[in-house]
């Protein structure tokens, strides 16, 4: 199982550009993402960063995380259905004549307007940044953030905090394989996923904290906090 957020290793363009470049640019969009309310510019700007990946064969690893973006998309529909009523309505959650009532719940074109906005938005900044892990080396991603002297502090914070979410997922896996090697059986569908979370998650917390204790005390054995390279 490939690793999420981790670097693969390419000769692409986007594996040979400058990283100071590509933070830039990721600086850019995440910019023009937050200012423009845009659905085309917006989409555009996902379309662009999707084409780039392709070209640079990364494709595949942005495309495995459709399912949650999409997840995301239809929750803050739904929020934005109950909180935003605006525009015209398209139509009703429920329909008139169910249970006997009038219909209520109405999906005004505001409501979809702004939580297309809000998706896409999503989408290009996550696209944008994942490419930026998985075309640069961490080495490379480290120096280039000293050399924009950033707090050496905060660059070790955010390189241990991307080293931890690929640890994060195998340890996910083993934990979900052990379980259904001993017979654990959640159902299927959506309430089967829901049902394995809690026995996944509690182990999976545990041991992410004994690993935290380990790997501060291996920063404090290797001298971190004197200050000397």
């Known amino acids: 199982m490939s690793e999420i957020m981790s670097y693969v290793p390419a000769g692409s363009f986007l594996h040979r550009m400058p990283v100071l470049l590509k933070i830039a640019a990721i600086t850019g969009i995440v910019i023009a993402s937050v200012l423009t309310h845009s659905v085309a510019v917006l989409g555009t700007m996902v379309l662009v960063i999707g084409v780039a990946a392709g070209v640079a064969g990364l494709h595949r690893e942005l495309v495995r995380q459709l399912p949650l973006l999409f997840?995301?998309?239809?929750?803050?529909?739904?929020?934005?259905?109950?909180?935003?009523?605006?525009?015209?309505?398209?139509?009703?959650?429920?329909?008139?004549?169910?249970?006997?009532?009038?219909?209520?719940?109405?999906?005004?074109?505001?409501?979809?307007?702004?939580?297309?906005?809000?998706s896409l938005r999503f989408f290009a900044m996550l696209f944008a940044f994942q490419l930026?892990?998985?075309?640069?080396?961490?080495?490379?991603?480290?120096?280039?953030?000293?050399?924009?002297?950033?707090?050496?502090?905060?660059?070790?914070?955010?390189?241990?905090?991307?080293?931890?979410?690929?640890?994060?997922?195998?340890?996910?896996?083993?934990?979900?394989?052990?379980?259904?090697?001993?017979g654990y059986n959640?159902?299927?569908?959506?309430?089967?996923?829901?049902?394995?979370?809690?026995?996944?998650?509690?182990p999976l917390v545990s041991n992410s904290l004994a690993k935290t204790r380990v790997l501060g005390l291996t920063i404090d054995m290797r001298g971190y906090r004197t200050r000397v390279r």
């Not at 707090?151 to 979900?176: C, K, N, T, W």
């Not at 959640?186 to 509690?202: A, D, H, V």
């Open 71 to 118: 997840f995301l998309s239809v929750f803050l529909l739904l929020l934005t259905v109950v909180t935003l009523q605006s525009g015209d309505t398209l139509f009703l959650l429920i329909p008139p004549g169910m249970g006997g009532s009038a219909g209520a719940i109405p999906v005004t074109l505001g409501a979809v307007d702004f939580t297309a906005v809000l």
């Open 132 to 182: 930026l892990i998985m075309s640069t080396k961490p080495t490379e991603l480290t120096n280039a953030l000293i050399a924009l002297h950033l707090p050496i502090d905060y660059v070790l914070m955010f390189i241990i905090a991307l080293r931890f979410i690929p640890s994060l997922q195998l340890e996910g896996q083993r934990i979900h394989e052990a379980q259904m090697a001993r």
């Open 186 to 202: 959640p159902g299927n569908g959506m309430l089967g996923k829901i049902r394995s979370l809690r026995p996944l998650l509690i």
